[in-house]
């Protein structure tokens, strides 16, 4: 499976982008897709994942109320709508996918492949 993540880019605090992640190959055999964070200096963080079938949801904590998930499985695509945009926010999004492996979802563990990252850049 390959991943292709975009829409990262600058925003004043309070803003919204759209990311959006293009999934191609064997896209069929996915159970989950969802992005990860990291900001400079800090761990790569959950932010939320969807099933790929069921459509079931998850979102961090922080992130809760403020960014949506949804993906469409005819076009193989995801997106991750972020409002309310804060300078916690800000880092490289990278677009995961897989197949849960029994870990947590909201674990890196679950996840085999990672797209190249987008950046997102939020001003105060």
């Known amino acids: 499976v390959q991943l292709q993540a975009s829409g990262g880019g600058l925003v004043q605090a309070g803003g919204s982008l759209r990311l959006s992640c293009a999934a191609s190959?064997?896209?069929?055999?996915?159970?989950?897709m969802g992005w990860f964070r990291q900001a400079p200096g800090k761990e790569r963080e959950f932010v939320a994942s969807i099933t790929w079938s069921l459509g079931l949801i998850y979102y961090a904590d922080s992130i809760k109320g403020r960014f949506t998930i949804s993906r469409d499985r005819a076009k193989n695509t995801m997106w991750l709508q972020m409002r309310s945009l804060k300078p916690e926010d800000m880092g490289v999004y990278y677009c995961?996918?897989?197949w849960g492996n029994g870990a947590s979802l909201r674990s890196d563990k679950g996840y085999d492949y990672w797209g190249q990252g987008t950046l997102v850049t939020v001003s105060s």
């Open positions: 995961v996918a897989g």
């Open positions: 190959g064997r896209t069929a055999s996915t159970y989950v």
